[in-house]
């Protein structure tokens, strides 16, 4: 029996004029992610994506392999497995029990629910609904129909092509394709709220590359390792993911040195907004992304947020600004980044932390507590000190860095 994958489309339908963008980008994306997984070809119609295996072989063909890639394809609000039937109701019916037999052996109650995209076909979906349920109730007679409220929808879709039948469609990774919505440059560290940062602004079409900061030998090569690790698998998503890293070591050493212990994380993370802002300019990155989450450390007060953002030359997206810790863990682990996140590996925010930080600082008193250091120079040489590390999904599959970078606004 044929079986292809269907990804609907979410919000990009009501995109108007851009759509046709829009898919180019979808398409070029899948089709790189086939290439991990075998043969399929990959085509577009009435606003669903058809992706088809080439061969009958799993091994050169691994639909369900293909299957958990497309789940990660930003854009869609449903993605699943369907099985191909020729237009005639003998055909959609003995497909539909056929292939529908081992999943509904186990349940109780099912509906069907037809969909006729080809108005030629000569039946109207009710009636094929009713054709599909006595079908499928003749050779599983332990199953009952409920309308309000079944265990399994049986969807059977009368497409261009050919009819589709599945059940239980999935969920797919919702959002917006992946570099649609601009460029912006994520402040990554260790944590666990930053990956999830840089996960949800990609997840609304923001093309991310990622910054991070090190202070070596305050903060170890595992440490840097750890959030590199935490870039590859933001890649699950985003297919590649440059990441610059910036050494503090000096700046911190002479926050130490110079300023009031009080202010020390302070200080530190408005040198971070400078440094993250030159490095946007230089990337052409109009916005910044951090993890910070309302009240959750001292740094993360309002009036601590107020005076590092006094820093920033460019917006600064904050997602988890208004989540709980338990809300931000749960997305880490919906990506796989949890785990991770909380090996214990020190963040250079960590070295020579105040004993007690400020909560509510007043911004012309930290400029005060600064005051001692010559900015422009550390500022200058941390800059210096910058590389950049570009980590990818699959090693030997070649990036679509042209779709990015914001070309399709919206
Ligand atoms: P996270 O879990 O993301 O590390 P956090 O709750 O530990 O966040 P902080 O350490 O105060 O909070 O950091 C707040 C934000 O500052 C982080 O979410 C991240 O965006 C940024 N940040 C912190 N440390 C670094 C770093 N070493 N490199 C880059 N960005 C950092
Ligand atoms: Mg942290």
């Given at each position: 029996m044929k079986e292809v994958i269907l990804c609907k489309y979410g919000e990009i339908i009501l995109k108007g004029a851009n759509k046709g963008s829009f898919e180019t980008i979808l398409l070029k994306e899948l089709r790189r992610r086939t290439k991990a997984v075998g043969n399929f070809?990959?085509?577009?119609?009435?606003?669903?994506v058809y992706?088809?295996?080439?061969?009958?072989?799993?091994?050169?063909?691994?639909?369900?392999?293909?299957?958990?890639?497309?789940k990660k394809v930003f854009g869609f609000v449903a993605v699943t497995k369907a099985?191909?039937?020729?237009?005639?109701?003998?055909?959609?019916?003995?497909?539909?029990?056929?292939?529908?037999?081992?999943?509904?052996?186990?349940?109780?109650?099912?509906?069907?629910?037809?969909?006729r995209a080809d108005k030629k076909f000569p039946m109207k979906s009710p009636e094929i609904s009713a054709e599909v349920g006595g079908a499928i109730l003749e050779k599983l007679p332990h199953l009952r129909v409920s309308l309000d409220a079944p265990e399994t929808v049986v969807r059977i879709e009368v497409r261009d092509r050919g009819a589709y039948i599945h059940a239980d469609q999935t969920p797919g990774a919702g959002g917006i394709p992946y570099g649609c919505g601009g460029k912006g440059l994520l402040l990554l560290s260790g944590g666990i709220d930053s990956p999830v940062a840089g996960y949800m602004m990609a997840k609304r079409g923001l093309s991310v590359d990622a910054l991070y900061f090190e202070s070596i030998p305050y903060t170890s090569l595992r440490a840097r390792e750890k959030v590199l690790t935490l870039a590859k698998k933001l890649t699950e998503y985003t297919g590649f993911m440059r990441v610059h890293i910036i050494s503090l070591t000096k700046i911190q050493e002479m926050i130490r040195d110079n300023c009031e212990e009080d202010y020390f994380t302070l200080i530190l993370r408005r040198f971070m907004m400078r440094l993250a802002s030159m490095t946007a300019e230089h990337i052409g990155a109009p916005v910044l992304i951090t993890g910070e989450s309302l009240g959750q450390v001292a740094s993360q007060t309002t009036a601590a947020i107020c005076s590092t953002e006094a820093e920033a030359d460019r917006p600064v997206f904050r997602p988890c600004i208004g989540l709980d810790k338990e809300e931000i863990i749960k997305i880490s682990r919906s990506i796989d980044t949890f785990d991770t996140s909380i090996e214990p590996y020190e963040d250079c925010c960590t070295v020579f932390t105040p004993r007690h930080p400020r909560t509510r600082p007043e911004l012309a008193k930290v400029i005060a507590a600064e005051s001692e250091l010559d900015h422009e120079a550390l500022i200058r040489e941390a800059f210096e000190t910058r590389f950049t590390v570009t980590v990818r999904q699959f090693e030997d599959i070649p990036d679509t860095s042209d779709n990015l970078g914001g070309n399709y606004e919206l």
């Open positions: 070809s990959v085509r577009v119609a009435q606003s669903t992706i088809e295996p080439e061969s009958d072989d799993p091994f050169e063909s691994d639909i369900d392999a293909m299957l958990e890639q497309a099985a191909v039937a020729e237009k005639n109701i003998d055909d959609i019916c003995r497909v539909a029990a056929d292939y529908l037999a081992d999943s509904l052996r186990t349940k109780k109650t099912f509906k069907c629910e037809a969909k």
